[in-house]
C-alpha cells in the first residue's frame, strides 16, 4: 500500500513538472542573421588560385521543434534552426567517410537552438572541418558590419570529418561564405 501511495505521489509529480515546462524563448535578430542567405537551397561554386573547384549545395533554412518528457533526460521543449551543407563529388574538398564507408559525413554550417530548459541559446558553426561552439565562438572576428572572419587556430575543433581541411573562411551576412583559404594556404573565392 506504501508503495502505491509513493508511486501515485511520484507519477504526479511528473504530470505536474510536465505541465509547467515552459515557453521556448524566440531566437534574436543577432540569431537570426546568420540565417538570411539561406532562405532557399542554392547550388555555389567556389574556385581556387590554382584553378581547383569545390561545389557546395547550401540548403535552405531548417526548423525542427521536439519535446523531451523523460525522467532521466528532463522536461523540455526545444527549438532550432540549421542549415545543412554538402560538398558534391567532383569537388576538391570532401567531408570524410564513415567508418570506411562510402558514406559521408553530413554537416549544418549553422545550428542554433534553443530551449524551455534555459536561457542560454546553444550555437554552432562549422564548414570544412571548423568547428566553432561553446565559448570559442567568442573567437570569431567581426570585420565590418556585417562580415565575419573565421580563424581554424581559434575553433573548437579546427579540423575534423575532412580529408582536406582549410584554415579560414569569411561569411557575409547578406550573401553566406564568400572566400576561404586552405590549409595549403591556396585562397577559394565564391564565382
Known sequence: MKAKKIFTVFFTLILLESCFVGNVKTFTSDDLKWFEPYNKSETLVFE???????TIIFHKIDTTKYSVRDIEQGFYD????????????????????MSGDSVLYEH???NI???????????????????????????????????????????????????????????????????????????????
Open 48 to 54: 581556387s588560385d590554382k584553378g581547383e573547384m569545390d
Open 108 to 110: 549544418d554550417l549553422i
Open 113 to 191: 537552438s534553443n530551449s524551455s530548459s534555459s536561457d542560454f541559446t546553444a550555437k554552432e558553426f562549422t564548414f570544412i572541418g571548423i568547428i566553432f561552439n561553446g565559448k570559442k565562438i567568442n573567437n570569431i572576428k567581426q570585420l565590418d558590419n556585417s562580415t565575419y572572419f573565421f580563424e581554424r587556430s581559434k575553433a573548437t575543433y579546427p579540423e575534423i570529418d575532412v580529408e582536406k581541411g582549410i584554415n579560414n573562411f569569411t561569411f557575409e551576412i547578406k550573401k553566406g561564405i564568400i572566400k576561404y583559404t586552405d590549409n595549403r594556404n591556396v585562397n577559394w573565392k565564391r564565382i
Open 78 to 97: 526545444r527549438t532550432t534552426l540549421s542549415v545543412a551543407y554538402k560538398l558534391t563529388k567532383g569537388s576538391y574538398h570532401q567531408f570524410a567517410k
